[in-house]
T-cell receptor, first 112, second 110 residues
Framework: DAGVTQSPTHLIKTRGQQVTLRCSPK?????VSWYQQALGQGPQFIFQ???????QRGNFPDRFSGHQFPNYSSELNVNALLLGDSALYLCASYGRPGNTIYFGEGSWLTVV | DAKTTQPNSMESNEEEPVHLPCNHS???????IHWYRQLPSQGPEYVIH???SNVNNRMASLAIAEDRKSSTLILHRATLRDAAVYYC???????????FGPGTRLSVLP
């Protein structure tokens, strides 16, 4: 049973560019959340998707957007990249509310 | 802001028990106490969770104070593979997302 899978694992972008990160939730899970983790800090909640709609959002600007597909997979898009967007981006998924939340290994984004 | 406070770092010797404390003085009656750990270059991994009673699983034990304002994660015999950042998180009943603090960085010495 595959867990949460994310791609790419590492990527380097230039300031001002746009990036798309992808996530496949654990089998049987229909809710996906995205987190940003800067070096040395705990993950910070970006937003959550359920039934192909954004349900909750953390304190992140509109440059951060997402999408969920009918197969429950999800994308995180970041426009107009800033140096401060360099971080580990984590995807998490769960099934029924209250069930254990599982995290992927993350995508390391470096903005130069 | 995170609703929990943890020591920044702790050290343990291999094969000895480790007690990782967490304070959550503002916990509400519906908040579950969750522990996750994050090994280097990996995503957070579920360890254990509880509401009021002490809990045990194959990875660890969770001791919850009677007033629920603090809890302790217990690793019975630390191994080198247990070196990680441990996060104590309050999750509202059926809450869907976590507010992480900086966690406790556990070092295990051989």
């Amino acid at each position: 049973d595959a867990g949460v899978t994310q791609s790419p694992t590492h990527l380097i972008k230039t300031r001002g560019q746009q990036v798309t990160l992808r996530c496949s939730p654990k089998s049987g899970h229909d809710t996906v959340s995205w987190y940003q983790q800067a070096l040395g800090q705990g993950p910070q909640f970006i937003f959550q998707y359920y039934e192909e709609e954004e349900r909750q959002r953390g304190n992140f600007p509109d440059r951060f957007s997402g999408h969920q597909f009918p197969n429950y997979s999800s994308e995180l898009n970041v426009n107009a990249l800033l140096l401060g967007d360099s971080a580990l981006y984590l995807c998490a998924s769960y099934g029924r509310p209250g069930n254990t939340i599982y995290f992927g290994e993350g995508s390391w984004l470096t903005v130069v | 802001d995170a609703k929990t406070t943890q020591p920044n770092s702790m050290e343990s010797n291999e094969e000895e028990p480790v007690h990782l404390p967490c304070n959550h003085s503002t916990i509400s009656g519906t908040d579950y106490i969750h522990w996750y750990r994050q090994l280097p270059s990996q995503g957070p991994e579920y360890v254990i969770h509880g509401l009021t009673s002490n809990v045990n699983n194959r990875m660890a034990s969770l001791a919850i104070a009677e007033d629920r304002k603090s809890s302790t994660l217990i690793l019975h015999r630390a191994t080198l593979r247990d070196a990680a950042v441990y996060y104590c998180i309050l999750r509202e009943n059926y809450g869907q997302n976590f507010v992480f603090g900086p966690g406790t960085r556990l070092s295990v010495l051989p």
